[in-house]
């Protein structure tokens, strides 16, 4: 250490032998970016650092991380930061101080601007306050579990979301794991699922499953190909970034496309696609075994350029597209003294293979080039004759320094080209080769007995948004009891039934068919009328038919009930000596005889829930089924249980009722309380979420209608249905009601 | 109806570009006076062919366009009010069976079966026309020759032609010209020049590969035709394929975006 460092090391008044050893490298560094000015407040914020009593770490990863930041978002910026220092300080989140500081260099990079860095210190400083939690009663605080991980993950994240998009995260991260420290810890280090999925949703860029059609179209349209488009992540392979490339199963790509280059996502999809279809046309593969490494990229390179140029032919605007996403390395930018150059030297030439407007001045790079134009002048050339030119090439140009472990990337990484694994094949099998892809192990786990789940979105009022594949949902068939107890249900009911039937008799609505040519109908048919005067006036026989009568061609709606199952169902109704279970077997039955009646197709499901990992869906009866023993046997042996979720309920019902081709769709859902939940504390929470469940029906065409046992269902369910619901306040007289809601809905004007 | 021959005579030659052997075919047909069915998508020269045929055979042609209201009496004649009395007015049918004309029934599948069957006893060895009505018998003029067409794309349950009329015709499958033949249709018929045509078949075939994913028919001839003639009018390619090719043909967002690309593409 000279002398004007030592007087700066004075100045931080610190003793810590590893702070000391990397001092003057930091304050060299320091001295670069800050002014005086700057550098004292630099200086200052160093020495309280290390007076916070936390050891060497946090100094250190300031001292190195500043100048970086500084550089930057401004050195303006420091009193913020040191305001977050001193907020984690104060409160229980002293051990974050370190990641923050640790993070605080590749932060800023992202941001690139002083404002957006506040914005991130008040997320952080917000994130802290609320996930900070102490106990009353007793007088501790925890510190936030998850604020280290998420400042761990920050540049990650901050490389996919824009600073709203990470606020968005975080809120949903907050909001759903503020009382489980475990699971906020898994959600903000990335590990959990929803994590992850909420990441996927609030990423910019083109998604691959938006544009999938139109990239199926693009494929099927332009060039006559199609196959599966299989995406794979880019969010989480920091090290390696996957590439493009086809097998057997299906073509892969990127799950998200950034803009890049004045090139929408859209367009760098259809470039990669083009360029797999035009190996998939004119590439063969080749034994690679007796060629190097180096050898093999050659003749990639060329290979690439041969098919590319191919596919400009077929389509000129082709040409603009490539060039636009490919790298323009600059000539002198690789230094062959010291770096290895061959990739640079090979992606000169690609782009001087496409561009005629390259501008490279290498004599044999231009020899090359032309020799190329040659080979493709006649026609499509081969893949062989592009490996013996890039042969030649990589002969001809070879350099010592190719060799060196210091390889030239910078404008040498073509994005949309693929890996070009489908180029080669190997005769001897290679330890290097990955070859997990074939063999597959045989999980020999039993199988399950039920359905895999389904999951639904759930809505979240707070943030309005959807917390996507939030609930899953097992599809049953309903056990079954004694179909001769539903009998004697409805034999008790019979003068209900009897009425019933009147009522069913007068509905015969809807759809009115005109019927031709009858000698006596409602209304005088004047097209046949004229004709048959003109008839008589010619002298022949006049038709008589000249009438025409109307009849209607029968209703055409689909209904589904959907049963809560929930353990209320299990109490006493009112006055009476029966369960509401009980009650609405015998209302059910009833409704399902009257249905059968009228010949609508039915189905009738129940639901029951017990937290969101499991909604239970059972059938009771299908639309395609008759109404008969089965079904009735089902209804017999119906069991009430746990809770009531009854939007992801709702979203089920409506799957299979969406598929149906009827004209109205119609689904009553007949319960006793409101949604809830033993997971959830919000009571809005899930009455909001039925509320936008309603609504998605609705959009799809499905009458939802709500009838409700609860007398106080006033006070929620209009929320959720609007005015479609009736409460029954007689729960005795279920039986007699529930069908006479139905054919009063059903009811043509 | 008038039964005036010479204004159901071609005057001027129809251009008309043969794909096959289908003029010689047609005129050892009409030889024979046998009924002749046309088939094939929607602008891909069927009309143009009878046309053509109509004039190189030098005989009148009456074209009837088929449609779902049409009933037997808009073909063979009907009697009119007129004072105190009626009239009788033949129809196209009846004119052409009477001057010796080739009669053209276009989309024959869109007119009821009720109606088609009517053709029945002028497309055997009887060759005559009853006229029930009138209670008239006509046998058809020497020259008389009945030809339909239509459009398998529209098959369905519903718009089917009986067998029993089916097997009454001889027939000819249309389908798009190839790629070169195309070329020169559109050359020929806009004045555009060969580059630039095939640059407008191969947007078409891009169109054409996506039937059935989304697009019912893929761009037809007649279309291609349409774009050629208003680019050679001066308005900009691209602009001029947008708007005779593909915005006519769907209303798919992303088949629009695909087919909108694929101009991009091809006018770079």
Redesign the interface.
């Known amino acids: 250490m000279d002398e004007s460092t030592r007087t700066y090391w004075a100045r931080l008044d610190t003793r810590f032998p590893l702070v000391e050893a990397m001092f003057p490298a930091c304050l060299a560094d320091a001295h670069s970016v800050l002014t005086p000015k700057g550098l004292d407040a630099f200086l200052e914020a160093g020495r309280l650092i290390g007076k916070l009593g936390r050891g060497a770490e946090p100094l250190l990863a300031f001292l190195e991380a500043w100048p970086a930041a500084a550089r930057v978002v401004g050195e303006g910026m420091l009193a913020p930061v040191m305001a977050v220092v001193q907020g984690l300080q104060k409160s229980p989140n002293g051990r974050a101080i370190t990641p923050f500081l640790q993070t605080l260099a590749p932060v800023a990079q992202r941001l690139q601007a002083g404002e957006q860095l506040q914005h991130y210190l008040d997320l952080t400083l917000d994130l802290m306050a609320r996930t900070t939690r102490s106990i009353h009663g007793f007088h501790t605080t925890y510190p936030s579990p998850g604020l280290p991980d998420f400042f761990a993950q920050a540049p990650t994240l901050l490389a996919q979301l824009d600073i709203g998009g990470l606020r968005r995260w975080v809120d949903y991260g907050v909001r759903n794991y503020a009382t489980h420290p475990e699971r906020q810890k898994d959600y903000f280090s990335l590990q959990s699922a929803d994590s992850r999925a909420v990441l996927q949703r609030e990423r910019h860029g083109t998604l691959l499953v938006d544009v999938e059609r139109r990239l199926d179209l693009y494929l099927r349209g332009l060039w006559r190909d199609g196959d599966l488009l299989i995406p794979y992540s880019t969010a989480f392979d920091q090290l390696r970034k996957p590439v493009p490339y086809y097998d057997p199963l299906g073509m892969r790509l990127p799950d998200v496309q950034d803009d890049a280059q004045g090139v929408s996502g859209l367009d760098r999809y259809r470039a990669m696609l083009a360029h797999m279809v035009g190996h998939r046309r004119w590439s063969t593969p080749q034994i690679a075994d007796n060629w190097s490494p180096f050898q093999r990229m050659a003749v990639e390179f060329f290979e690439d350029c041969r098919v590319e140029t191919l596919l400009i032919r077929e389509y000129p605007g082709l040409r603009r597209l490539f060039l636009a996403l490919h790298p323009r390395p600059a000539e002198d930018a690789c230094d062959p003294e010291t770096t290895s150059c061959l990739r640079h030297r090979l992606a000169m030439l690609s782009r001087a293979l496409l561009d005629p407007q390259h501008g490279y001045r290498d004599a044999d790079l231009n020899d090359f080039v032309a020799r190329f134009h040659d080979l493709m002048t006649p026609g499509a050339s081969s893949t062989r004759d592009m490996a013996a030119l890039a042969l030649a090439f990589v002969a001809k140009t070879r350099r010592p320094s190719d060799q060196f472990a210091n390889v030239h990337f910078d404008d040498t990484v073509i994005d949309y080209r693929d890996d070009n694994r489908h180029l080669w094949r190997f005769i001897e099998e290679a330890d290097e080769e990955q070859s997990f892809d074939e063999t597959r192990r045989h999980d020999t786990q039993e199988e399950v007995q039920r359905l895999p789940p389904r999951h639904y979105p759930e809505w979240d009022y707070h943030s309005q948004t959807y917390r996507p594949d939030w609930v899953s949902v097992y599809e049953a068939l309903h056990p079954s009891g004694r179909a001769a107890d539903i009998d004697r249900l409805l034999q008790k009911h019979a003068p209900l039934a009897k009425r019933l039937q009147r009522l069913l008799e007068a509905l015969k609505p809807q759809d009115k068919v005109r019927i031709r040519y009858q000698e006596e109908g409602s209304e005088l048919d004047l097209d046949v009328a004229l004709r048959s005067l003109i008839d008589f006036k010619a002298g022949s026989t006049p038709d008589p038919r000249i009438n025409m009568s109307h009849r209607t061609n029968g209703r055409d709606i689909a209904v589904t009930l959907l049963l809560d199952l929930s353990a209320s169902l299990n109490d006493k109704a009112g006055s009476s000596d029966q369960t509401i279970l009980e009650l609405s077997q015998e209302a059910v039955s009833l409704l399902a005889w009257a249905i059968d009646r009228l010949g609508d197709p039915l189905a009738i499901a129940g639901f029951q829930s017990n937290t969101r990992h499991e909604v239970r869906y059972v059938h009771l009866k299908g639309f395609g089924e008759q109404w008969g023993d089965e079904v009735k046997a089902r209804l017999a042996a119906m069991q009430a249980n746990y809770s009531t979720r009854m939007g992801a309920a709702l979203r089920h019902a409506a799957h299979s009722l969406r598929a149906r081709k009827n004209d109205k769709k119609l689904l009553l859902i007949l319960t006793d309380g409101e949604p809830a939940d033993v997971d959830v504390n919000d009571e809005r929470l899930l009455i909001e979420d039925a509320r936008q469940a309603v609504r998605e029906l609705e959009r799809d065409g499905i009458f939802t209608y709500c009838i409700s046992l609860d007398p106080r269902a006033d006070a929620y369910v209009s929320d959720i249905f609007g005015r479609r619901y009736t409460v029954i306040d007689h729960i005795e007289r279920l039986p007699e009601k529930l069908p006479e809601v139905f054919l009063a809905l059903t009811k043509s004007r | 109806m008038s039964s005036d021959a010479q204004q159901y005579r071609v005057h001027a030659e129809p251009y008309y570009q043969p794909q096959g052997r289908e003029v010689a075919l047609f005129e050892a047909a009409y030889r024979n006076r046998l009924p002749v069915m046309v088939k094939g998508p929607t602008g891909c020269g069927k009309s143009r062919f009878v046309e053509y045929m109509a004039w190189k055979l030098g005989k009148p042609l009456i074209t009837v366009a088929c449609n779902e209201d049409m009933t037997a009496s808009d073909l063979v004649g009907?009697?009119?009010?007129e004072g105190g009395?009626?009239r009788w007015l033949d129809g196209p049918l009846t004119t052409a069976a009477r001057i010796g004309a080739i009669c053209y029934l276009d989309e024959i599948v869109e007119a009821r079966q009720d109606t088609t069957v009517v053709i029945h006893p002028l497309t055997d060895h009887r060759r005559v026309l009853p006229l029930d009505?009138k209670g008239e018998l006509i046998a058809a003029h020497p020259d008389f020759q009945l030809v339909i067409s239509y459009n398998p794309g529209y098959q369905s349950l519903m718009k089917d032609l009986k067998q029993s009329t089916k097997q009454r015709f001889t027939a000819f499958d249309f389908d798009y010209p190839e790629a070169e033949l195309e070329t020169t249709i559109l050359c020929k018929e806009s004045g555009l020049d060969a580059e630039m045509a095939s640059k407008l078949v191969k947007i078409g075939h891009?169109?054409r590969?996506?039937k059935g994913?989304?697009l019912d028919e893929g761009i037809s001839t007649r279309l291609m035709v349409y774009a050629a003639q208003l680019i050679h009018d001066g308005v900009d390619a691209a602009d001029a394929c947008r708007m005779a090719l593909v915005r006519p043909i769907t209303d798919d967002a992303?088949?629009r975006?695909?087919?909108d690309?694929?101009i991009?593409?091809?006018?770079?």
């Open positions: 009907r009697y009119l009010l009395g009626t009505k891009t169109a590969n996506l994913h989304g992303d088949i975006q695909t087919l690309h694929a991009d593409v091809t006018f770079a």
